[in-house]
């Protein structure tokens, strides 16, 4: 029996040091690179945080991060005046979020075109809110941890007003997908991993009544981005912050696994834009 989904995400998640960590090292608030090795669980970092908000529509306003994590995408998007929800199953993850956004603050202040952030524990196949709430919803690395993307996109129509927009980072299966390494940051084995292909997503969206504007594989930047990475877990450690304050020592593995599963075609990052 695999143990549940928000286990792995917290069973090695250092919550109160990452809190006095921030408290030590940024009196003033962190900034969101300060945050970045830490709230950004997903091949990219920041900047793919970037290209994703980037192809949201200008006139955005109430958005829906689902599978937040420690919700750098949802501070990014705030800092450009989007009203944002993120939704976690993992409860510990949004309490972290939560308090890290407090302290963000600290630094970023509050101007006339700050967005604002809310947080919500709840199950992307039961979307706690109501029908046509959202302009937007946002799936960043975590479609691939949801075993029924059919109920989810479902949930994703109704809470999205009609017209409204879906986009998506993340990785799905590539052409050599029987060759991928476990543990991986998302899963530690098969049992919370669930894949698409790129061609069993974009007709898994369309079934679910999406129309696909804008589909792109990056998948070499994302190795070109990974293998920076690397290099920088391998020099001995002066960062302030790392992912292994999320995942613990588990994280190498899963960092070199990354890497590996990128570079022989096990996996692939796409960006996907969609409308209702
Ligand atoms: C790899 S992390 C990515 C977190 C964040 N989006 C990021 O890119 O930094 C995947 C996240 O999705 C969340 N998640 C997975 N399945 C979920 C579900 N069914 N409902 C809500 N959240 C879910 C996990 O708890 C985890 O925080």
Redesign the pocket.
């Known amino acids: 029996m695999p143990t549940s989904?928000?286990h792995h995400?917290h069973q090695a998640l250092r919550d109160q040091d990452i809190l006095h960590q921030l408290h030590t090292h940024y009196p003033d608030g962190p900034t969101l690179h300060q945050l970045a090795p830490l709230?950004?669980?997903?091949i990219g970092g920041i900047a793919a945080?970037t290209r994703l908000l980037e192809l949201l529509e200008p006139n955005t306003q109430h958005v829906l991060?689902?599978?937040?994590?420690?919700?750098?995408?949802m501070r990014q998007g705030a800092e450009l005046g989007l009203h944002i929800t993120g939704?976690?199953?993992?409860h510990r993850?949004s309490a972290l979020n939560q308090a890290i956004s407090r302290l963000a603050l600290g630094h970023q202040g509050t101007g006339p075109t700050r967005g604002t952030l809310h947080w919500v524990t709840?199950?992307?196949?039961a979307l706690p809110f109501a029908n046509a709430s959202f302009d937007a919803v946002l799936?960043?690395?975590?479609l691939?941890?949801?075993p029924d993307p059919d109920k989810?996109l479902a949930q994703c129509r109704r809470v999205l007003r009609p017209g409204g927009q879906l986009v998506m980072?993340e990785v799905v299966s590539g052409p050599n997908s029987e060759a991928l390494l476990f543990p991986v940051?998302?899963a530690e084995g098969p049992a919370h991993s669930h894949l698409l292909s790129l061609p069993e997503l974009t007709q898994t969206l369309e079934a679910s009544g999406f129309k696909i504007q804008h589909c792109e594989d990056w998948s070499h930047t994302a190795l070109e981005w990974r293998q920076r990475q690397r290099q920088k877990e391998q020099a001995p450690r002066t960062a302030v912050l790392s992912p292994q304050w999320v995942f613990g020592e588990r994280f190498m593995c899963m960092g070199k696994h990354l890497l590996e599963n990128l570079a022989n075609g096990a996996i692939n990052v796409v960006e996907i834009s969609a409308r209702c």
């Open positions: 989904l928000a995400y709230d950004q669980l997903h945080s991060d689902i599978g937040a994590g420690l919700g750098g995408l939704l976690d199953i993992t993850f709840g199950d992307a196949c799936f960043q690395h975590s691939m941890n949801m989810v980072h940051p998302w």
